[in-house]
Every structure is written in structure tokens, then in C-alpha cells.
């Protein structure tokens, strides 16, 4: 299980909000990966979701990245603990 913090203001960047006009959430690539790169090596997956996070502005560690990667790559559940923080 993976753990981020995310400002209120910027939830939209890890999750939909159809209030937002915030066009690339995380969750959305990372379903994205999950149906299209199961059984894949997570090697390859890896640099697509960094690619995504940074394009999130979020900060995930290159550990949770793998952790991740390898939960697509088997097909296996993830558990994301998000934290939010400010007004």
C-alpha cells in the first residue's frame, strides 16, 4: 500500500472532480495503464506512470512507482492511502 499527501486545491489532480477543469487526474492513467498493461514487465510500465505522476504534479518516490507498476504488471489490487491536507 502506497501513501501521498495531497493539497485540498489539488485533489483534482489525483482524482476526477467534474467541478475542475483540471484535464490529466492520476487515477484516470493509472486505469488506463492497468487495462492496457497487464502482463507487462514493470520496468516498462514504471516510466509511464512517472510520466503521468509528473504530469499530475505528484510527488510519488520511485518506490511507490515500482510498487505500483507491479501491482498493474500482476494484476493485483492497490491500495493508495492518500492524505489531505490545508483548507
Known amino acids: 500500500m502506497g501513501e501521498i499527501t495531497v493539497s485540498a ?15 490529466a487526474p492520476y487515477m484516470q492513467a493509472y486505469a488506463a495503464l492497468a487495462a492496457s498493461h497487464r502482463g507487462r514487465p514493470a520496468a516498462e510500465i514504471v ?3 512517472r510520466a503521468a505522476a509528473d504530469a499530475a504534479l505528484l510527488g510519488f518516490t520511485g518506490a511507490d512507482l515500482a510498487e505500483q507498476a507491479g501491482a498493474i504488471s500482476t494484476g493485483a489490487r492497490y491500495e493508495l492511502r492518500v492524505r489531505v491536507t490545508g483548507p
Open 9 to 23: 486545491q489539488h485533489i483534482d489532480h489525483l482524482v476526477h472532480d467534474p467541478a475542475s477543469s483540471y484535464g
Open 47 to 49: 516510466p509511464l506512470l
